[in-house]
Each structure stands twice: as structure tokens, then as C-alpha cells.
T-cell receptor
Framework: NAGVTQTPKFRVLKTGQSMTLLCAQD?????MYWYRQDPGMGLRLIHY???????AKGEVPDGYNVSRLKKQNFLLGLESAAPSQTSVYFC????????????FGPGTRLTVT | AQSVTQLGSHVSVSEGALVLLRCNYS??????LFWYVQYPNQGLQLLLK??????LVKGINGFEAEFKKSETSFHLTKPSAHMSDAAEYFC???????????FGPGTSLSVIP
């Protein structure tokens, strides 16, 4: 099993550009999450999904959109990138009935100039 | 509302010394508590979790944590630090719903030879 994978690993965007981050998991997990990690702030939940075709807002959803068309994939979109979105983005998943242990991907480092 | 505080953004210990990383939480209901570890350039990995069973929880790599309701604390300890323990450690809290895992700001642990 590859676990949770994220594509790309690094990206540099200019202000106003758009991009999509892909998260894929091969563990048949029901729940998937997108977090951003900023120095001194821990991880903050952007959006999450409790199953295929469903998404919900987390703590810091503004400026981001998500889609979960397939159970194994969770996409995070930035329609018009801003410097404030410079961060490390982590995807995580967890199986149904086990909300406690989240399995994390390796992260995507995004810089917006 | 849930929140997590971690006293000390950076902790240094000598190799072989006791490791103590502090975590305090606030929650309106009995919480679920977690410690995650993040090695450089990697995602987070679960160290241990408290889910209302035994108050002393043992995790991987010799770490353990004790849930103290009266102190609203969940401090992480390890009797003897190893060089490989150098990493970022995150305390997290969740109430009953899986979509509300709140992470603390993290503590960076350095181990001095």
C-alpha cells in the first residue's frame, strides 16, 4: 500500500494563478481531510469529506474549494492564489468507525509570490 | 470550544535525559486526546491516543502520556531521549465528532548528544 500520497510535492504560484492539489489514498478510507500547516499555528482544517460526493468546511475554508468525486481522491483547489496561502498542505484520511487515527500524506509545499 | 495549548515551542534535552512535553486542553465534554510526531519533511504520524480507557497511555518508540482530568492535561513523556526523537510533536483534541480534531501549535524537540 502506498498509503496517502500528495501531488505535487512543491509548487510556486504567482498571485492570482490557480492550481489543484491532489490527494489519493489506497486504504479504502471513508473520511479525508485537507489541512494547512503554518509556523507556530499547528495544523488547521481547511475542508473535509465524510464520503464520496460529500464535502464540508473546516476552520479556514476561505479561498479554497474541494471535490471528492471518487472515494480514493480528494482535490483541493485554489481559484486565485494569494500570498497568504503560502503554506504546507497536508492531506489525511481515516477509516469509517475509527475517527481517531488520521493517516497523513507527505505534504505539499506551496509558495505564492 | 475546544483548544489545545502546548507550553514551550522548543524543548532541548540531552541524550538519555527525560523528555517531557506539555499539553493542556479545553473541552466541554470528555475529550479524545492524541499525540502526533512529525519528522522533518514528512507528514504527521500517530504516537498515541487516549479514548477514555486507561488514563496512562503507552505509544510507540517508548513514549507515554497520562490523562489528568483535574488538570486538563495530557503531557507526553519518555524516560530516556534518543537522537532519533528529534522532531516536532503535536498534541490534538477531539470531542465526539470526527470532523473536529484540533491541533496544538507544536513543540520542536531537540536532542543534544
Amino acid at each position: 500500500n502506498a498509503g496517502v500520497t500528495q501531488t505535487p510535492k512543491f509548487r510556486v504560484l504567482k498571485t492570482g494563478q490557480s492550481m489543484t492539489l491532489l490527494c489519493a489514498q489506497d486504504m479504502n478510507h471513508e473520511y479525508m481531510y485537507w489541512y494547512r500547516q503554518d509556523p507556530g499555528m499547528g495544523l488547521r482544517l481547511i475542508h473535509y469529506s465524510v464520503g464520496e460526493g460529500t464535502t464540508a468546511k473546516g476552520e479556514v475554508p476561505d479561498g479554497y474549494n474541494v471535490s471528492r468525486l471518487k472515494k480514493q481522491n480528494f482535490l483541493l483547489g485554489l481559484e486565485s492564489a494569494a500570498p497568504s496561502q503560502t503554506s504546507v498542505y497536508f492531506c489525511a484520511s481515516t477509516p469509517s468507525g475509527s475517527p481517531y487515527e488520521q493517516y497523513f500524506g507527505p505534504g505539499t509545499r506551496l509558495t505564492v509570490t | 470550544a475546544q483548544s489545545v495549548t502546548q507550553l514551550g515551542s522548543h524543548v532541548s534535552v540531552s541524550e538519555g535525559a527525560l523528555v517531557l512535553l506539555r499539553c493542556n486542553y479545553s473541552s466541554s465534554v470528555p475529550p479524545y486526546l492524541f499525540w502526533y510526531v512529525q519528522y522533518p519533511n514528512q507528514g504527521l504520524q500517530l504516537l498515541l491516543k487516549y479514548t477514555s480507557a486507561a488514563t496512562l497511555v503507552k505509544g510507540i518508540n517508548g513514549f507515554e502520556a497520562e490523562f489528568k482530568k483535574s488538570e486538563t492535561s495530557f503531557h507526553l513523556t519518555k524516560p530516556s531521549a534518543h537522537m532519533s526523537d528529534a522532531a516536532e510533536y503535536f498534541c490534538a483534541v477531539s470531542e465526539t465528532s470526527y470532523d473536529k480534531v484540533i491541533f496544538g501549535p507544536g513543540t520542536s524537540l531537540s536532542v543534544i548528544p
